[in-house]
T-cell receptor, first 115, second 112 residues
Framework: DSGVTQTPKHLITATGQRVTLRCSPR?????VYWYQQSLDQGLQFLIQ???????AKGNILERFSAQQFPDLHSELNLSSLELGDSALYFC??????????????FGQGTRLTVV | SQQGEEDPQALSIQEGENATMNCSYK?????LQWYRQNSGRGLVHLIL?????REKHSGRLRVTLDTSKKSSSLLITASRAADTASYFC????????????FGKGTTLSVSS
């Protein structure tokens, strides 16, 4: 158990809809990272939050947004969903804002299926 | 954009054999990490090697880093069926700042 909790585990929704994925980092970790994993694109970095503030941005679509709350849990909001958004969405956490200097702990992911 | 590229994309070996996976990256790095992912599950950290290190060991794992060639390799010795998984290298990327950027991974299949 990595200590990172993601909910829900599975999500099936229709095109055009909006969903919210939730991530609780390991106790004491201040940074949360969101990744999208699909068969053709591999593991794509979306966005990082550190202690409530956006820290780094990757290949995140404008239809996607995220935030980190005072209790350090994070939510990833996906709107106007398209079939191509179907993927595994992972969150990871690290103690500091510099992910590469320490190991990152990953949740088990949310599998999103858009139909 | 991908920072690291693993090679080969897929590798099939017999139990007891060694497995070698390579990772090449594009820009200067501070550190490089290797992760493992069992099918459809979360990634698990294996080892971190710093830019001033050339080799590191952890159990049956051996990682090398050649910063002049911008490449790293992961060697798993005496493979077991339980080593069947995807393996990813991860580096930082200047454009993304502090985040880990992953390659597309090597899928290792170990048959008994």
């Amino acid at each position: 158990d990595s200590g990172v909790t993601q909910t829900p585990k599975h999500l099936i929704t229709a095109t055009g809809q909006r969903v919210t994925l939730r991530c609780s980092p390991r106790s004491g970790d201040l940074s949360v990272y969101w990744y999208q994993q699909s068969l053709d694109q591999g593991l794509q970095f979306l966005i990082q939050y550190y202690n409530g503030e956006e820290r780094a941005k990757g290949n995140i679509l404008e239809r996607f947004s995220a935030q980190q709350f005072p209790d350090l849990h994070s939510e990833l909001n996906l709107s106007s969903l398209e079939l191509g958004d179907s993927a595994l969405y992972f969150c990871a956490s690290t103690p500091t804002g510099t992910g590469i200097n320490t190991e990152a702990f990953f949740g088990q992911g949310t599998r999103l299926t858009v139909v | 954009s991908q920072q690291g590229e693993e090679d080969p994309q897929a590798l099939s070996i017999q139990e007891g054999e060694n497995a070698t996976m390579n990772c090449s990256y594009k820009t200067s790095i501070n550190n490089l990490q290797w992760y493992r992912q069992n099918s459809g599950r979360g990634l698990v950290h294996l080892i971190l090697i710093r830019s001033n290190e050339r080799e590191k060991h952890s159990g049956r794992l051996r990682v090398t880093l050649d910063t002049s060639k911008k490449s790293s390799s992961l060697l798993i010795t005496a493979s077991r069926a339980a080593d069947t998984a995807s393996y990813f290298c991860a580096t930082d990327a200047w454009q993304a700042g502090t985040a880990l950027i992953f390659g597309k991974g090597t899928t290792l299949s170990v048959s008994s």
